[in-house]
């Protein structure tokens, strides 16, 4: 409905209370916080004031809740029913209390992490070993010690070639060559060999067989491959069974979760703190702090800092000043500021669009989705989902608003006779053998387009009609009285002429009309210097009509969007009910339905939400709005984990 | 005139019905997959990074799919009207077939050409979804927009082919 008036507030304090006073106004959450020095006393900046260095701490905080977090993802899946607890709740004192327990879990959190450590070496050292054991695996048959690679006269190499040398390797071990090659064990593409040769003999052997595609390995260990391999197997189980203590000992540690995450959530108000005194700039003894506060917030700011020796000053925000803006509207009202935020936020002596925008918002989106019974599902899941989990900020925004359209959605789906589309006709034509009912109480879209057609455009005419209103209220709210005759006035006269001269003909209807032609063409033109600029442009602004008309067909698209859902969802009930009223019909019913008509609501909720949002950004703010505002963000206590009351 | 004759029996009103219906499965369907398959390679690209994405990700590799849906109903349509699945199947004449081929024609070429736009929005929301997460849904609401002239075309489409009279 308004934009909140805001105060700009400069406070100075001492230094050794700006700690506390942090405190106070982050527990406040109404003070947005912007450069003292920069905005208000450029001339004092460097000559006495610097800025407050609190990186370090802040660099701290956020390496404990980087370490925090890190403990929570190592216990994670050892945490069953975590998502069905509520949030735990704390008010002001006692979360401040919680830094008492900040050592305790701190050091909890480090045996955590080092548990976790072990547990990683113990994986690798199995790994390591397991690929030991599977290279000794091929060499098992062989009873030569592994240590074994020569002796005075003699030599042992272990190697591997391609299967197909199998045939040829029998001819080749003629009985010149002083080598004798054993195959120790054969797989899918390997042989794996063992040649014992008299010492002289290596180079000639390496020769023979380099074409062959040998490859000599130089296998591990002293002893044979078999006792070698049992060894590495005994070792494999003991670290299994380590393995398995560790992972028993982080599981314990599931029931910590819990105060690790209220605890993550404590450091990040310290570091929100930390923040907030970054913030300020700094002299000798005093800290100085300036930013934006709600009017409304100013008792409970003075309150706030009544009890610590500090100057201040509350004063209003003067002319081109980058004001924060916070809207207000009532309770029905405020979760389609979530539109309004999504396209811009208004300046400061600009207006909230909120106000008129949700009643369009409400009845575009309701005859875009225009169904009973998505209507009923939008509305109990999105208030359903807000009672039972409860979310803050932009979610639960959105969720209000989606809930508040599911309204309009069945509203509409019951004056258009759409229960999941044609869904009971269907059911009587195919499941009953009866005939095709209608349920429409105002129209059939499929039956009657036109009308429907007719009907969206005639909302959109009185959308733009609005638009040019609120046009004139902030005309004539700023005293420009003789330009909202001129601007809005005539065009209003112009388009009341248009209706009683063409569309519901009466005697008088044409004079209207000359009236308010002649309106625009003596008004419009009237920045310009001599008498036929004046009267050309004003002549000109007539063709504006077609940027009128232009946006006006744009609102068919509520016919579309409209017509679309339903259609599908006729096609969809059409599929469920093909099977009659048999078993097999029947459950070819619920899974149709199931999967049907829920794409097909995700699908137009979607197109419905952007295109009722698009009518109100291009062809409803386009007449009046002025952004450019961004938005109020007051620096607060944000907790991931616990909720906070008195906030 | 043997090629005559095989093209005459080959073009029967039925046969040309059947034509649009199959294209109007074939072209949403292939830019759907395509589409979808462009988003889901770069979904994977985001979730090595941060596993806890793939939710928004998700919802981001479902919106190209809606195209091939829509040319799968209308399909369906034109079966149904045809009365090939229930027990009289209708004789049409090459002049009615022309009809529900040129019905089904508005979803393939738009359903196909969407499909493809708007995985490319929806692969640029998932860049937005990597740096920042938190304005994941006006990736959404722009790979939305793109949806607007398939749901245009399936209408129109849809449209055609309840109005058939047999």
């Given at each position: 409905?308004?934009?909140?008036?805001?105060?700009?507030?400069?406070?100075?304090?001492?230094?050794?209370?700006?700690?506390?006073?942090?405190?106070?106004?982050?527990?406040?959450?109404?003070?947005?916080?912007?450069?003292?020095?920069?905005?208000?006393?450029?001339?004092?900046?460097?000559?006495?004031?610097?800025?407050?260095?609190?990186?370090?701490?802040?660099?701290?905080?956020?390496?404990?809740?980087?370490?925090?977090?890190?403990?929570?993802?190592i216990i994670a899946p050892y945490r069953t029913g975590n998502s069905f607890l509520k949030a735990a709740e704390y008010d002001r004192k006692t979360f401040t209390a919680l830094e008492e327990s900040f050592d305790n879990t701190t050091k909890t959190v480090e045996k955590i992490l080092d548990t976790d450590a072990n547990r990683k070496e113990l994986v690798e050292s199995l790994a390591?070993?397991?690929?030991?054991?599977?290279?000794?695996?091929?060499?098992?048959?062989?009873?030569?010690?592994l240590s074994l690679t020569k002796t005075d006269t003699s030599g042992v190499v272990y190697f591997t070639l391609p299967i197909l040398g199998e045939k040829s390797l029998q001819e080749d071990n003629g009985e010149d060559d002083l080598w004798e090659i054993e195959v120790v064990s054969t797989d899918k593409n390997l042989m794996y060999c063992i040649a014992i040769f008299h010492k002289t003999a290596l180079e000639a052997f390496r020769e023979r067989y380099r074409q062959k595609g040998i490859h000599e390995i130089v296998p591990e260990g002293s002893d044979p491959p078999a006792v070698e391999?049992?060894?590495?197997?005994?070792?494999?189980?003991?670290?299994?069974?380590?393995?398995?203590?560790?992972?028993?000992?982080?599981r314990l540690f599931a029931d910590v979760g819990r105060s690790i995450e209220t605890m993550y959530d404590r450091i990040q108000a310290?570091?929100?703190?930390?923040?907030?005194?970054?913030?300020?700039?700094?002299?000798?003894?005093?800290?100085?702090?300036?930013?934006?506060?709600?009017?409304?917030?100013?008792?409970?700011?003075?309150?706030?800092?009544?009890?610590?020796?500090?100057?201040?000053?509350?004063?209003d925000p003067e002319e081109g000043e980058d004001v924060p803006i916070q809207l207000k509207n009532n309770q029905v009202m405020a979760p389609f500021e979530t539109v309004v935020g999504l396209y811009s936020y208004p300046t400061y002596s600009g207006i909230d669009p909120t106000f008129m925008m949700s009643i369009f918002y409400f009845i575009i989106f309701g005859m875009m989705l225009a169904d009973f019974g998505y209507g009923l599902l939008l509305f109990l899941g999105c208030f359903g989902f807000v009672k039972w989990k409860k979310p803050v900020g932009?979610?639960?925004?959105?969720?209000?608003?989606?809930g508040i359209c599911g309204v309009a959605t069945m509203i509409a789906g019951?004056?258009?006779?759409?229960?999941?589309?044609?869904?009971?006709?269907?059911?009587?034509?195919?499941?009953?053998?009866?005939?095709?009912?209608?349920?429409?109480?105002?129209?059939?879209?499929?039956?009657?387009?036109?009308?429907?057609?007719?009907?969206?455009?005639?909302?959109?005419?009185?959308?733009?009609?609005?638009?040019?209103?609120?046009?004139?209220?902030?005309?004539?709210?700023?005293?420009?009285?003789?330009?909202?005759?001129c601007d809005v006035l005539s065009w209003y006269v112009l388009f009341a002429g248009m209706t009683f001269a063409w569309l519901t003909p009466v005697s008088w209807g044409n004079y209207v009309l000359y009236g308010g032609v002649a309106m625009l063409v003596l008004t419009q033109g009237r920045e310009k210097k001599n008498i036929f600029s004046k009267l050309f442009f004003g002549a000109a602004s007539l063709y504006n009509l077609i940027s009128w008309g232009s946006d006006l067909m744009s609102y068919s698209r509520i016919l579309a969007l409209g017509l679309a859902g339903g259609v599908v969802s006729s096609v969809i009930n059409l599929m469920a009910t093909m099977g009659g009223p048999s078993v097999i019909g029947i459950i070819?019913?619920?899974?149709?339905?199931?999967?049907g008509h829920g794409l097909n609501l995700a699908m137009n909720l979607l197109g419905s939400f952007v295109h009722a949002a698009r009518l109100q950004y291009i062809e409803f703010f386009g007449k009046f709005y002025e952004d450019g505002g961004h938005p109020f963000e007051p620096t607060t206590l944000k907790p991931k984990y616990t909720r906070l009351i008195n906030q | 005139m043997k090629f005559m004759d095989l093209m005459q029996q080959i073009f029967t009103g039925n046969n040309i019905a059947i034509l649009g219906a199959a294209l109007a499965t074939i072209c949403p369907g292939f830019g759907s997959a395509k589409g979808v398959g462009m988003v889901g390679e770069a979904s994977s690209g985001v979730i090595i990074e941060d596993p806890g994405k793939f939710g928004k990700t998700l919802v981001l590799q479902a919106l190209p799919a809606t195209q091939g849906i829509y040319g799968m109903i209308t399909s369906f349509l034109i079966i149904v009207q045809m009365g090939l699945l229930g027990d009289n199947p209708v004789d049409l004449s090459i002049m009615q077939g022309a009809y529900l081929f040129a019905a089904a024609m508005p979803i393939t070429f738009v359903g196909y050409f969407s499909a493809i736009k708007q995985a490319k929005v929806a692969v640029a929301g998932i860049n937005i979804v990597a740096k920042r997460p938190d304005h994941f849904i006006k990736g959404v609401l722009y790979a939305a927009m793109v949806e607007t002239y398939a749901i245009f075309s399936v209408l129109i489409s849809l449209l055609l082919v309840i109005f058939f009279k047999a």
């Open positions: 409905m308004s934009i909140n008036k805001m105060k700009r507030v400069q406070l100075v304090c001492f230094s050794a209370d700006a700690r506390k006073l942090a405190d106070e106004l982050v527990w406040l959450s109404s003070l947005e916080v912007s450069d003292p020095i920069q905005e208000d006393l450029p001339e004092l900046r460097d000559d006495f004031f610097s800025a407050v260095d609190t990186r370090d701490e802040w660099n701290q905080w956020e390496s404990r809740m980087q370490s925090f977090a890190k403990a929570l993802d390591a070993l397991e690929t030991q054991q599977a290279a000794l695996e091929p060499w098992i048959q062989s009873n030569l010690k391999w049992k060894a590495i197997k005994t070792r494999i189980e003991a670290i299994r069974n380590e393995l398995k203590n560790v992972e028993d000992r982080i310290e570091q929100t703190k930390v923040n907030l005194l970054g913030q300020m700039m700094a002299g000798d003894a005093v800290r100085i702090l300036s930013g934006w506060l709600p009017a409304e917030k100013a008792d409970r700011f003075e309150a706030c800092v009544a009890t610590y020796t500090v100057a201040y000053n509350l004063r932009g979610t639960r925004q959105m969720m209000l608003m989606f019951v004056l258009f006779g759409s229960y999941f589309g044609d869904l009971p006709s269907a059911i009587s034509q195919n499941f009953l053998g009866k005939s095709p009912l209608s349920l429409s109480i105002a129209l059939d879209p499929l039956n009657e387009p036109m009308n429907f057609l007719i009907i969206s455009l005639v909302v959109g005419a009185i959308h733009m009609l609005a638009a040019l209103g609120i046009k004139g209220y902030m005309l004539i709210r700023d005293g420009h009285w003789f330009d909202a005759v070819l019913f619920v899974f149709v339905f199931l999967a | -």
